[in-house]
């Protein structure tokens, strides 16, 4: 079992480029979760899915997009790239909604210039 | 805004010597968990513990929580060198919601 995947692993924008961010878990969870962290401010959340199908704001939901596109993958979108969203974004994904462990990914180092 | 506060922020041991992290929160909750986070690596889960329980082990892992304090404690005895890393608590609230981290205790153990 891979766990949780994520790509790409690194990439660098320009101000205003759009991206999607890629997450796949091989696990069978019904939750998934995007976040990012920033130096000094812990891991923040940006949106989660519950459920296939359902899709909720997290912390700081402000210049993202998801989409769960099946029980397997969960995609995060940034439409006009700002610098204040360079961070290293984490996949997670769980059984179930915050009964259990979270499994990560190896995370996406994001560098907006 | 986060629900959980790791103190110390920082802690540098050595080697053998046993580390303790602290985690205060400030609502009721169903469970707290423990992750690690090895540098440039995702989180990894340490351990879960109930609001029902008040200690839990696992190898050189102690968790204790005290739900009328609204704390938690994470003891590593023995330290070795390969658990320099940062370590973040997590807490759950009620059903329906997500997990929400602490800003984490960088630990350095060094030989």
């Known amino acids: 079992n891979a766990g949780v995947t994520q790509t790409p692993k690194f990439q660098v924008l320009k101000t205003g480029q759009s991206m999607t961010l890629q997450c796949a878990q091989d696990?069978?969870?019904?939750?998934m979760y995007w976040y990012r962290q920033d130096p000094g401010m812990g891991l923040r959340l940006i949106y989660y899915?519950?459920?296939?199908?359902?899709?909720d704001k997290g912390e700081v939901p402000n210049g993202y997009n998801v989409s769960r596109l099946n029980k397997r993958e969960f995609s995060l979108r940034l439409e006009s790239a700002a610098p204040s969203q360079t961070s290293v974004y984490f996949c997670?994904?769980?059984?179930?909604?915050?009964?259990?462990?979270?499994?990560f990914g190896p995370g996406t180092r994001l560098t907006v210039l | 805004s986060q629900q959980g506060e790791e103190d110390p922020q920082a802690l540098s041991i050595q080697e053998g010597e046993n580390a303790t992290m602290n985690c205060s929160y400030k609502?009721?909750?169903?469970?707290l968990q423990w992750y690690r986070q090895n540098s440039g690596r995702g989180l990894v889960h340490l351990i879960l513990i109930r609001s029902n329980e008040r200690e839990k082990h696992s190898g050189r892992l102690r968790v204790t929580l005290d739900t009328s304090k609204k704390s938690s404690s994470l003891l590593i005895t023995a330290s070795r060198a390969a658990d320099t890393a940062s370590y973040f608590c997590a807490t759950s609230g009620q059903a329906g919601t997500a997990l929400i981290f602490g800003k984490g205790t960088t630990l350095s153990v060094s030989s």
């Open positions: 899915s519950a459920s296939e199908g359902t899709t």
């Open positions: 997670a994904s769980s059984v179930l909604l915050s009964y259990n462990e979270q499994f």
């Open positions: 696990m069978n969870h019904n939750s």
């Open positions: 609502t009721s909750i169903n469970n």
